[in-house]
Structure formats: structure tokens, C-alpha cells
């Protein structure tokens, strides 16, 4: 099947021809994390049929959105990057996750949180302006096995994957997180009901919560 052609003349239907397709988006946003290779999108995308995966890389390729390219040696494999043009979506993926944030209710039983998909919630949660009123800090936050840190320095963010170097405060959750960052759950009473685990200062936990917020 091709790809789907609206044939209007508008940047939007551009865009939908161009990312539209099903899991483009995904592997676009799992790219703005950080270079991967195939194997790297696989494991982040484990519901993507591998032939499915093959067609959307290669439609980003065509497209100008994403390059291949080696890795230093002496890895020497290909991995994927996005190009300058792929990367101007970052701004368009993360408005349109704090848009499907809004529908979020709890995790179904099969529906999984990958340490891409938190790195890119936490850019889409991350409020600066708020984030500049707070003392600096290291975040680590952990949700079952998926582990990512997020620095705040003058209100900018630096968002990974894995532990924090030093973190000032470890927060370890799971579904309470949404609920959290939604301002559902006060940071006092998910201490206390347990559903969030911190190690390091309680004023810590109030300072991210006003600094993300879905």
C-alpha cells in the first residue's frame, strides 16, 4: 500500500503525508532522545512489525527527516539520526504530546512507559518559566526498571536516559507519576500514601512538581 496522498496544497497535509503514516512519530520522537540503531528503535518499539519498521525509516530517509551514518570506531555499526530539518518537529511532537496528555486516564494493563517516551514526557511537561523560580537540581526518577534523569539549571532543561551523576533527589513511582505531574496527587500526600518513594529533600519533590506540569 502507499503512502496516503490528500492532494490539497497545505503545509499541515504535508506534514501528515510526510509523518502521518502509523509509528512515524513514534520513531521521530524516540530520535530526539538520541542516535539509534535499528536494533535501538526495535527494542524501544517492541509492537513494531520489523518490515513496518524497515518502510517508516526508510520513508524518514526520502524525506530528508532522518540519516544513517556509522558510529565512531570501533563500533562502526549504522545508527539513525534526525537530520536539521527532522529536528525542527521537536517543538510540534512535544505540543502534541501535552495535547494527548489531557486524555491520559491510568495505564492500561498492556500499555507500556519506555525511557524515550519519559525523556520526551518530561521536555513536554517541563515548565521554564516556572523552573527559574526553583533552586537547581538533578533529578533522578525512577518508574519500575525505567530509569531516566532530568537537570534544572536556570530554568533550562537537560533530559536523559539512565541515572542521574549525583541526583538530588531520587523520586520512585509508577502509575502515581501521571497523577503527580497532573496535580491530581499533592507531593506531601503521595509521600505518605506511598505511592512515591523519594530519597533526598521533600521540598525537592514540590520544586519538580511546579516545574512539570501536564
Known sequence: ????????????????????????????????????????????????????LSARLKELETA????????????GSVEYALTEYGADLEDAVLAFGRWGARALGEPGPDEIITSDSLVIALRTAFLPEAAAEEADATYEIRLGDVVVHARVDGGELVAGTGE?????????????????????????????????????????LAAFTRSFRI
Do not use: H
Open 1 to 52: 500500500m502507499g503512502k496516503r496522498q490528500y492532494g490539497q496544497f497545505c503545509g499541515l497535509v504535508r506534514a501528515v503525508e510526510l509523518v502521518g503514516e502509523r509509528w512515524a512519530l513514534l520513531i521521530v520522537r524516540d530520535l530526539l532522545v538520541a542516535p539509534k540503531r535499528y536494533t535501538d528503535l526495535k527494542r524501544g518499539l517492541p509492537r513494531i512489525p520489523t518490515n513496518v
Open 164 to 204: 542521574a551523576d549525583g541526583a538530588d533527589l531520587v523520586i520512585e513511582t509508577g502509575p502515581a507519576f501521571r497523577a503527580l505531574l497532573a496535580g491530581e496527587l499533592a507531593p506531601d500526600d503521595a509521600v505518605a500514601d506511598g505511592s512515591v518513594a523519594i530519597t533526598g529533600p521533600k521540598e525537592l
Open 64 to 75: 530528508g527527516i532522518v540519516e544513517r551514518r556509522l558510529r565512531p570506531r570501533p563500533d
